[in-house]
C-alpha cells in the first residue's frame, strides 16, 4: 500500500506565495508522475501541475508562469506564487507508480489540503 502525505496549505492574501509538499510512501518500485489537482466548491477536480520522473513538465493555463513543480525522490513540491482568490481550493497530489517489478499501473491521491486565497 502507499500513502501521499500533503502539507503546506493555508491562508495567504492575494498576491502571496504558498509552498506544497507532498511525499509519497509505502511500496513502491517506481514513480512514473506525479501532479498536483486542485477542487473548488461547486466545481470539477482539475489539473493543476504534473512532472514526470524525467522532470518533463505541464501546467494549466491559468497556472502558467506562477506555479512551478518540481520532484525529488518519492516527493513532489508545487511553489504558489502571485496568488489569486480563484486558486481557492482543496489541492490534491497524485503519483502513478508501480508498486512491484510486475504489478499494474496504481493511481494514487493525498487527502488534499485547503488552500485559501483572499483578502
Known amino acids: 500500500q502507499v500513502q501521499l502525505v500533503e502539507s503546506g496549505g493555508g491562508f495567504v492574501q492575494p498576491g502571496g506565495s504558498l509552498r506544497l509538499s507532498c511525499a509519497a510512501s509505502g511500496s513502491i518500485f517506481n514513480i512514473y508522475t506525479m501532479a498536483w489537482y486542485r477542487q473548488a466548491p461547486g466545481k470539477e477536480r482539475e489539473m493543476v501541475a504534473t512532472i514526470t520522473s524525467g522532470g518533463v513538465t505541464m501546467y494549466a493555463e491559468s497556472v502558467k508562469g506562477r506555479f512551478t513543480i518540481s520532484n525529488a525522490k518519492n516527493t513532489v513540491g508545487l511553489q504558489m506564487n502571485s496568488l489569486k482568490p480563484e486558486d481557492t481550493a482543496v489541492y490534491y497530489c497524485?503519483?502513478?507508480?508501480?508498486?512491484?517489478?510486475?504489478?499494474?499501473?496504481?493511481?494514487?491521491w493525498g487527502q488534499g489540503t485547503q488552500v485559501t486565497v483572499s483578502s
Open positions: 497524485n503519483a502513478v507508480l508501480l508498486e512491484h517489478s510486475n504489478s499494474p499501473l496504481m493511481n494514487y
